[in-house]
């Protein structure tokens, strides 16, 4: 069966956007991309909420390619190769390759998702990633915590979830970034 994890960068006070919807302190450097580029290689889908699709679907475009950083672009060929799951009720028509619309989330169906995919699946999204923790579907959540503290605005995880995680990996980088990856305990 394939893992389903739950990435997410946020600042130290766990939001992955403050309270205006601005998240361009979480802009990783080149070095947090290399290593998220390594995380995400194996990811073979992406299962997004509307509103991440809408962000994601930037890296889509190869014109822009010439703009990139070279760790940009190799993030860029890692998200281009994986099928793409969007769930939205308001979504009318994809833009990128390899994407599907789904109009609502299913407990069983992203189940069986797991369950076919030969490779791992990572979910995107505060909101749609609430659904599934609460759920019980997601196996690890990985945390990139960014210095700055945003004072509110939306959490990376969702109100009333509990849950017992375990350590499995731990990073520091540069900038002062940190990388938690934990596993849910089932």
């Not at 060929?77 to 979504?91: C, E, H, I, N």
């Not at 700055?148 to 900038?175: C, I, N, Q, W």
Request: proline share 3%; hydrophobic share 45%.
């Amino acid at each position: 069966m394939a893992r389903l994890s739950y990435s997410a960068i946020t600042s130290l006070d766990l939001c992955v956007e403050d309270r205006s919807g601005d998240f361009l302190w979480a802009a990783p450097d080149d070095e947090v991309m290399a290593f998220v580029t390594e995380l995400e290689r194996p990811v073979g889908m992406y299962l997004y909420g509307r509103r991440m699709y809408e962000t994601m679907r930037y890296w889509e475009d190869p014109a822009q390619d010439e703009g990139f950083s070279p760790f940009e672009r190799e993030w860029a060929q890692v998200w281009r190769a994986a099928d793409k799951v969007v769930f939205s009720r308001t979504l009318g028509a994809v833009t990128t390759a390899r994407t599907a619309v789904v109009r609502s989330f299913d407990r069983s169906s992203v189940r069986a998702m797991k369950e076919r995919e030969a490779s791992d699946l990572s979910i995107g999204g505060a909101e749609l990633a609430a659904h599934a923790l609460r759920a019980g579907l997601v196996d690890e959540v990985r945390l990139f915590l960014n210095p700055v503290v945003v004072g509110g605005g939306k959490s990376a995880l969702p109100d009333g979830f509990a849950a017992r995680l375990d350590l499995l990996e731990e990073r520091r980088f540069t900038a002062g970034v940190v990388y938690l990856r934990y596993a849910v305990r089932g």
